[in-house]
């Protein structure tokens, strides 16, 4: 893509443009056109950071996808101007995925103040797809003010949306395990507001007053109030006014203390790390034409010629010493 | 990185059966592309708007109830009024063979019947990339 067309896909989001929008995620997650995607991004920085990011994160089958509709009827009638984007796996078998979570926001289809994008994790880990932040900054450049993430269905271990949402919604239901499933490390940490869903089901109660003591344990959160958990039967509208209220409460309280401020540049911090790693790997993977060899190596590993780390070591040394006589 | 394909599948219409939609669906995931799927009961207005903001290359419309005359060329309309209309179109379900040259008179680049293998639309989709 030519330097015109990216400047002008720029105008295109700046000025709002639904199609333009789309386009841009698309080139983003593509990953064809990396100079294209580090240009547009970076002429969009300078018009991102005025969005509220929210992420709805849980196990899947917990009813994401619904909870978001709901709270979508709630901040259209605050007149939020608001961009979903929903990830979805791919198959780590044929590549493929299918994006079903729109299904439950079609009603939404036609709101000109609502945009919803699919996204397919295309074998990032983590529950949400590599191109999910470049969505974010597109969308808040483009004016939306409220962004909100729903992360695949997630296990203990994915739990990258904390490095993109100012709040993260933990759903879970009733069904899932003790309490000591809630007292292990990853998802029960990332969670701003507790969801217990479903609580029409048998074992609501119970999940409530374990979810309660494992909460206490836990101490205060970031605002220094008790975590907020609250019980929700998104199919027939149950606990989503007390959802929305204490989700709004928390981001008022976080930006009047200043917490948000502070946590905004924790992530800038993960960002810039990121990108940072990625280029040096870039550049190693370039110089060092790591692809071409590895065969050998496995090879030699294989037939036990070789021993795993001594060789990488050692082929690793070699290529960094190649690299420097460049 | 190659560009992945993306597809929506739709059903305009009134009728509630989308085993069929559903089965070209997962068939089209298997097949490695990226299909968006939106559920019965969409307007035209709708899997358009949809079909944008998803950024597809193709959209498969799915209806059973014998109003396809009516709701397909109405999708390929509003796709022309967005300037969109390099999305590629096809249809299927319960469509008599004598209304297929006016559907692809208006627009639809192909039609598939129920019986069709799934292995037909998978070469039409490679063959108009």
Known sequence: ????????????ILGGNTRGIAKAISLAENGLAIQSKEELIDSLYSHCGNATIWGITGPSGVGKSTLLDKLLEHLRRDNHKVAVIVVDPSSP?????????????????????????????RGHPGGIAGATGDAVKIFDAAGYDTIIIETIGIGQSEVEIVKLADVVLLILVPGLGDEIQALKAGMM???????????DLNGADRLQSELQYVLNLRGKDKSG??????????????????????????????TQSGILTRKRRKRLE??????????????????????????????????KKASPYKLINQKINGLIKEMEHR | ????????????GLDGHDRGAKYVARALKDAGYEVIYTG???????????????DVDFIGLSLLSGAHNELFPKVVKLLKDQEADDVVIFGG????????????????RAIFTSGTPIKDIINFIQSCK
């Open chain 1, 225 to 254: 109030s008790e975590y907020p958990l609250v019980m929700t039967c998104a199919t027939n509208n149950k606990g989503i006014n007390e959802l929305y209220d204490r989700t709004n409460h928390y981001l008022t309280t976080l």
């Open chain 2, 93 to 108: 379900g319960i469509i008599p063979e004598s209304d297929i040259p006016f559907l692809k008179a208006n627009g639809i």
């Open chain 1, 1 to 12: 893509m030519s330097k015109k067309l990216t400047q002008e896909l720029v105008s295109q």
């Open chain 2, 1 to 12: 990185m190659i560009k992945k394909i993306r597809i929506l599948i739709a059903k305009p």
């Open chain 1, 189 to 199: 940490e990332i969670g701003d507001i507790f969801v217990i869903n479903k609580s």
């Open chain 1, 93 to 121: 078998f044929s590549g493929g995925a299918l994006l079903g979570d729109r299904l439950r926001m079609q009603r939404y289809a036609t709101d000109a103040q609502v945009f919803i994008r699919s996204m397919a994790s």
């Open chain 1, 270 to 303: 993960y960002e810039v790390r990121a990108i940072a790693t990625a280029k040096i790997r870039e550049k190693i993977d370039f110089n060092s034409r790591l692809e071409t060899q590895l065969d050998g190596w496995i090879n030699e590993i294989w037939l």
């Open chain 2, 40 to 54: 019965i009961r969409q307007t035209p207005e709708a899997i358009v708007r949809t079909a944008i903001q998803e």
